[in-house]
């Protein structure tokens, strides 16, 4: 052997990457996220407040209108009616065509939706009065159009634009802003149609957040991805087609579990929202009261997963954390099922509905984060959006059911429902059940349920080049994950990276670092 040779078996370069592996391995954050954050949160807060316009006002609605009141419940309940057919081709739409588009089409249907409800109040061109309710109804149509394209976004924004370490967070901020809108609704539609005695008002205040929302949407938001991806798994963010990952979920058994065990918790939160007036009424608590509890449940429920969501952020512990909460989340709604059948005892009920929303609601961003780790690599909107199905369906069944376990009640001296010629009912069998159903389900995940985290042993394993000015150069968040083996779409990524290394460090123009190797001579290259 000549001075100055070496053996290539023994030379292990290392060579500046070329564009495509530096865009595979180089991670980088974008201040613009925080803003997207902020149309999202805008968007979905504004369309729950569109959502629950009419339930706090429904006797002034309908006399507005001259419609019956079961006509009113029908303007919240078309969002149910709608979420459930279309929340596929909302979930298809998010992981195909990507968060740009959904977000563009979600916040022009919502804002044309809040506009028409304004123009069909305010009674332009002496239109007929035939004509009102039909108008609001479309407009509140297209109003629940846009929601499955916007409460299935948060998993899919966080996934695609925030590091590891930041996605728990920014998630809670952009899921919490839904139930927001929702205290919004039951604060200010009462209290400016007291102050009104009319909707013009109202609509026109809630068209407002819709437009801002629309048209920041519409200018700020201008790629549907970051030039450089914030972490390894947001590079394989649409790795698996619509149909194929649809499939995938179904033969995941941990994905299964959360789908059915988590779903019947949304179904009861929906329950407890939908139904809180009519149960406390009967036992001689006021509307005002029941308002007061509802607003805890709310309050409380974003504190919790304000809470939640940092604690998970920095400990992953994303399965621990859904257990213990809904664990004591079950207890809550125990206890709040047998004090809300007793009478003046509001402290005890408003406590539990607190506890109940303070242990449920945080589960909720915590949870969808979860069935994005135990299904990786399937699109977020995929896999978050078959879980909010679940729940819809679940909440159609729960309600019917527990309406039919009442019992009219001869005498109700204590009654502040309203008078409606119909005998009262007695919700302390359907509150049982409810708090029964919720307590088995949540034992069924505690026992049951067990999953690796699969997108953050992707991004643990997949080398990373930190960007200098990059909030992604953080120290590892992910302590105590074990090596798993990867999935095969990671597998062979990796191998195509090292290929395209070797075949890079064998032209002759590649400058090269030898780090181990049996010299002779210099050792140069």
């Known amino acids: 052997m000549e001075e100055g040779d070496i053996f290539q078996s023994d030379v292990y370069p290392v060579i500046k990457p070329n564009r495509e592996l530096e865009k595979l391995i180089i991670f980088k954050v974008y201040k613009r996220r925080w803003f997207i954050l902020l149309v999202l949160c805008l968007l979905n807060c504004s369309n729950s407040m569109l959502w629950l316009t009419f339930a706090p006002v429904a006797d002034q609605a309908a006399k507005f209108m001259d419609v019956s009141l079961d006509q009113i419940n029908w303007l919240s309940?078309?969002?149910?009616?709608?979420?459930?057919?279309?929340?596929?081709?909302?979930?298809?739409?998010?992981d195909t065509l990507g968060l740009r588009a959904t977000l563009v089409l979600g916040s022009w249907l919502n804002m044309l939706g809040a506009v028409l409800r304004y123009i069909a109040v305010l009674k332009l061109f002496g239109t007929d009065e035939r004509f009102l309710f039909p108008l609001v109804m479309l407009g509140q149509t297209l109003c629940s159009l846009a929601q499955p394209l916007v409460i299935f976004t948060p998993t899919k924004l966080t996934a695609v634009?925030?590091?590891?370490?930041?996605?728990?967070?920014?998630?809670?901020?952009?899921?919490?802003?839904?139930?927001?809108?929702?205290?919004?609704?039951?604060?200010?539609?009462?209290?400016?149609?007291a102050s009104t005695n009319n909707l013009t008002l109202l609509m026109c205040v809630y068209a407002i957040p819709a437009i801002l929302a629309c048209l920041l949407a519409t200018v700020g938001i201008r790629s549907r991805a970051p030039p450089t991806p914030p972490s390894a798994s947001a590079e394989m963010s649409n790795s698996e087609p619509f149909l194929q990952g649809i499939k995938l979920l179904m033969r995941n058994r941990a994905y299964?579990?959360?789908?059915?065990?988590?779903?019947?918790?949304?179904?009861?939160?929906?329950?407890?929202?939908?139904?809180?007036e009519q149960v406390l009424c009967?036992?001689?608590?006021?509307?005002?009261?029941?308002?007061?509890?509802?607003?805890?449940?709310?309050?409380?429920?974003?504190?919790?997963?304000?809470?939640?969501?940092?604690?998970?952020?920095?400990?992953?512990?994303?399965?621990?954390?859904?257990?213990?909460?809904?664990?004591?989340?079950?207890?809550?709604?125990?206890?709040?099922?047998?004090?809300?059948?007793?009478?003046?005892?509001?402290?005890?009920?408003?406590?539990?509905?607190?506890?109940?929303?303070?242990?449920?609601?945080?589960i909720y961003p915590v949870a969808m984060e979860l069935s994005v780790e135990c299904s990786y690599p399937v699109g977020e909107a995929t896999s978050a959006g078959l879980i909010f199905i679940s729940g819809q369906i679940q909440s159609v069944i729960y309600i019917m059911l527990l309406q039919s376990l009442t019992k009219r009640m001869a005498d109700s001296p204590l009654s502040t429902c309203s008078a409606g010629g119909e005998a009262a009912l007695s919700w302390r069998v359907s509150m049982l059940v409810m708090a029964g159903i919720w307590s088995v389900f949540t034992c069924c995940f505690v026992i049951f349920f067990n999953t690796k985290y699969r997108r953050l042993l992707a991004e643990a394993q997949t080398p990373q080049l930190a960007d200098p000015g990059s909030q992604a150069d953080a120290k590892d968040q992910t302590p105590g994950l074990e090596g798993d083996a990867l999935k095969e779409d990671t597998l062979k990524e990796d191998a195509l990276k090292e290929d395209a290394l070797k075949e890079d460090a064998l032209k002759e123009d590649a400058t090269c670092r030898i780090w181990t190797v049996e010299l002779t001579g210099s050792g140069d290259c």
């Not at 279309?86 to 298809?92: H, I, R």
């Not at 996605?167 to 604060?187: E, H, K, Q, Y």
């Not at 959360?258 to 407890?272: K, N, Q």
Request: aromatic share 14%; with cysteine.
């Open 282 to 362: 009967i036992r001689g608590y006021t509307n005002d009261f029941s308002g007061l509890c509802g607003g805890l449940f709310i309050v409380f429920g974003i504190v919790g997963a304000a809470l939640l969501g940092v604690y998970v952020d920095k400990t992953k512990q994303f399965t621990e954390a859904t257990k213990v909460n809904m664990s004591f989340s079950a207890l809550a709604g125990t206890a709040f099922a047998v004090v809300s059948q007793m009478r003046g005892q509001k402290v005890a009920v408003a406590a539990g509905a607190s506890a109940f929303g303070f242990f449920g609601f945080s």
């Open 161 to 193: 634009w925030f590091p590891d370490h930041q996605r728990a967070t920014a998630n809670m901020v952009a899921s919490m802003s839904n139930p927001l809108g929702l205290l919004f609704a039951n604060i200010f539609s009462p209290m400016i149609v």
């Open 256 to 276: 299964l579990i959360l789908l059915l065990c988590f779903g019947s918790g949304i179904a009861v939160f929906t329950c407890f929202s939908t139904l809180l």
């Open 77 to 94: 309940l078309v969002y149910m009616v709608v979420a459930i057919p279309l929340s596929f081709g909302a979930t298809w739409m998010l």
